[in-house]
């Protein structure tokens, strides 16, 4: 069973950073791709941040592009979520996500079949 676990949120003033976590476990992590969310109050969960089993390919939300980095380590099956000049409107739940299946899916909810119960993100003007 897939198990993925979150850490590193907190509170942060704005122009901070944060780094984020995920440790995932139960299946051999470097066959797929992994990916961050984010849920703010009263909106619905939007993608983030895509990285492909190498790490060769990555991917963003056009809201992040240029201050957060996504990365893995396959040694330790752990998924990063490296976030800078953050701003108010970063404040959210983060998620890790993972999905089915070893292809490339896409920043889409509806491909992810495994999630972790969150980290809260909040930034301070």
């Known amino acids: 069973q897939v198990q993925l676990v979150e850490s590193g949120g907190g509170l942060v003033q704005a122009g901070g950073s944060l780094r984020l976590s995920c440790a995932a476990s139960g299946r051999s992590f470097s066959y797929y791709a992994m990916a961050w969310f984010r849920q703010a109050p009263g909106k619905e969960r939007e993608f983030v941040a895509l990285i492909s089993w190498t790490g060769g390919s990555t991917y963003y939300a056009d809201s992040v592009k240029g201050r957060f980095t996504i990365s893995r380590d396959n040694g330790k099956n752990t998924v990063y979520l490296q976030m800078n000049s953050l701003k108010p409107e970063d404040t959210a739940v983060y998620y890790c996500?993972?999905?089915?299946?070893?292809?490339?899916?896409?920043?889409?909810?509806?491909?992810?079949?495994?999630w972790g119960q969150g980290t809260q993100v909040t930034v301070s003007s």
């Open positions: 996500a993972a999905p089915p299946l070893a292809t490339m899916p896409r920043p889409s909810r509806d491909d992810y079949d495994y």
